[in-house]
């Protein structure tokens, strides 16, 4: 079955302490997006990546980092996390760089930084 | 101005009529249009994608696209509750990184529809 895949789903965790949320999809697709949802801001690009190891910003990058090793994997890592940064996260994948097929999303990662 | 503008909502509409969502973008350049449904607590799912001016039909859904006007809508004919959702229209423009060009997609802030019984 085609799909996206996040882990963890659900993540409460402290201030300043490490977090990685992986996102995996077996569809062979190149072009891969994080993305954050928060209430009445619709979602927002994090990072996105054309290829392995091709990455650059989306439209809110501060305080994230990306990395692409294999075409399959696109971690999201919050090195510091900070409260500002609880919300809804979407990690995406799709075929080719101009959206011309559809967008694969995950089934999204809850993540609340106390 | 923001890029992408979704009309506020919430949308509460009774079963069976038509419900209409309207969404403005700012980028005279966007050439794709998509509009996404998405149930509570549920990742965003593709209903529909336009590309030219004018409709664009699929069961109950119709899309509508006015580039000169910037607007793009989706009607929903005879709605039903399981259609009870927040819409997500999306607009690619184009990005361009280390000179290679990429689709920008650009989200609005989305729309709750409800339809009662």
């Known amino acids: 079955e085609a799909q996206v895949t996040q882990n963890p789903r659900y993540l409460i965790t402290v201030t300043g302490k490490k977090l990685t949320v992986t996102c995996s999809q077996n569809?062979?697709?190149?072009?891969m997006s994080w993305y954050r949802q928060d209430p009445g801001l619709g979602l927002r690009q994090i990072y996105y990546s054309m290829n392995v190891e091709v990455t650059d910003k989306g439209d809110v990058p501060e305080g994230y980092k990306v990395s692409r090793k294999e075409k399959r994997n696109f971690p999201l890592i919050l090195e510091s996390p900070s409260p500002n940064q609880t919300s809804l996260y979407f990690c995406?994948?799709?075929?080719?760089?101009?959206?011309?097929?559809?967008?694969?999303f995950g089934p999204g990662t809850r993540l609340t930084v106390l | 101005q923001k890029e992408v503008e979704q009309n506020s909502g919430p949308l509460s509409v009774p079963e069976g009529a038509i419900a209409s969502l309207n969404c403005t973008y700012s980028d005279r350049g966007s050439q794709s249009f998509f509009w996404y449904r998405q149930y509570s607590g549920k990742s965003p799912e593709l209903i529909m994608f336009?590309?030219?001016?004018g409709d664009k039909e699929d069961g109950r859904f119709t899309a509508q696209l006015n580039k000169a006007s910037q607007y793009v809508s989706l009607l929903i004919r005879d709605s039903q509750p399981s259609d009870s959702a927040t819409y997500l229209c999306a607009v690619t423009g184009i990005g361009w990184a280390g000179g290679t060009s990429y689709g920008k997609l650009t989200f609005g802030q989305g729309t709750i529809l409800t339809v009662h019984p």
């Open positions: 569809m062979n697709h190149e072009y």
């Open positions: 995406a994948s799709s075929p080719d760089r101009t959206y011309s097929d559809t967008q694969y």
């Open positions: 336009i590309y030219s001016n």
